[in-house]
């Protein structure tokens, strides 16, 4: 396993466990019961902190995911480089030797030599490939997860609105009846 998938793993899961602190935090203010307009809009400012927390999570972890592809190519090309010094002749007198036995036109040297340089250009194409392939996934798989987490948060703070404008209004109307019934005194006139 590559350095840096490990260190994709360990993001990964720091990200979910950050995640998963945010969403029980706003389970548990689901639960806190509140009197007063001043303690909903506590309740209010406290889940819209809790949402911004998961946003930035989610943002720093994408900003990652980016950085992180960059350092699997750079991985991959450091191990293509040490094969391909390793498929290199080691000496100038090996390398010399052997374009003398290519001219003379040795057919064991010849596809031994045609044998590694296809070896070394089918494994680099392979590797572009799967690092193009890595690349475009990564992309698409950021772009789609920015796109839902964005649509669940408008989503939910439209519920929440929706939730707490309807729940201010039962609290006005609540206040107007009990202001109009507190102004009103029963007045029993007897003579």
């Known amino acids: 396993m590559l350095k840096s998938t490990k260190e ?9 466990n950050e995640i998963a602190f945010w969403e029980k ?10 009197g007063t307009v001043e303690e909903i809009a506590e309740k209010l400012e406290l889940l819209h902190n809790y949402e911004d927390e998961i946003a930035a999570v989610k943002a ?21 480089a040490e094969a391909a010094k390793k498929l290199e002749p080691k000496t100038p007198e090996e390398r010399q030797e052997e374009m003398a036995e290519e001219a003379l ?9 045609d044998e590694m340089l ?7 194409k392979e590797v572009q490939e799967e690092l193009q392939e890595t690349q475009e996934q990564m992309a698409e798989e950021i772009t789609e997860e920015a796109a839902e987490s964005m649509s669940e948060q408008l989503d939910m703070q439209k519920e929440n ?11 006005r109307s609540m206040s107007k009846r009990e202001n109009s019934v507190s102004m009103y005194q029963r007045f ?3 003579v």
């Open 60 to 80: 720093a972890y994408n900003k990652e995911q980016m950085s992180h592809i960059l350092d699997e190519a750079e991985e991959q090309g450091k191990k293509n």
């Open 8 to 16: 994709k793993m360990e993001r990964q899961q720091k990200a979910g």
């Open 25 to 34: 935090q706003k389970e548990n203010l689901k639960q806190k019961e509140c």
């Open 105 to 113: 036109g040795t057919e064991e040297n010849e596809s031994i030599l």
């Open 188 to 190: 029993d006139m007897r």
């Open 161 to 171: 609105i929706e939730e707490n404008s309807e729940e201010l209004q039962r609290l």
């Open 118 to 124: 296809d070896e070394v250009s089918e494994s680099m």
